[in-house]
């Protein structure tokens, strides 16, 4: 089992920054691939970047470039730097650990996630 703590939402205005951060405990040592999600009201959770085993990151189309995935493992804490941010960016934000693998792509299922409560990011223009 392992637990997820976000922290560091809030409300910004277009082209600001935010950094979320993600606490990890519990079963942590097996160096799953971790992500940030985000989800709407109304509309399914999607993955926007992954921190794959060995360092390797992977970002949706709709933030790459203004999105940063990075992790200290000394503080078993991940964070997203978020930049550039805009209304569309606007979303309850979820850090997610897998279950099993160590190597992740945006398209695996939620269901082979943990899960944190979420943190709301609100980008007015």
């Known amino acids: 089992q392992v637990q997820l703590a976000e922290s560091g939402g809030g409300s910004v205005q277009a082209g600001g920054s935010l950094r979320l951060s993600c606490a990890a405990s519990g079963s942590t040592s097996n160096n799953y691939c971790m992500a940030w999600f985000r989800q709407v009201p109304g509309q399914e959770r999607e993955a926007v970047a992954i921190?794959?085993?060995?360092?390797?990151?992977v970002y949706a189309e709709s933030v790459k470039g203004r999105f940063t995935i990075s992790k200290d493992s000394t503080k078993n804490t991940l964070y997203l730097q978020m930049n550039k941010l805009k209304p569309e960016d606007t979303a309850m934000y979820y850090c997610?650990?897998?279950?099993?693998?160590?190597?992740?792509?945006?398209?695996?299922?939620?269901?082979?996630?943990?899960w944190g409560q979420g943190t709301q990011v609100t980008v007015s223009s």
């Open positions: 997610a650990a897998n279950r099993a693998y160590r190597v992740c792509s945006l398209s695996y299922a939620t269901s082979t996630y943990y």
């Open positions: 921190l794959n085993s060995g360092g390797h990151s």
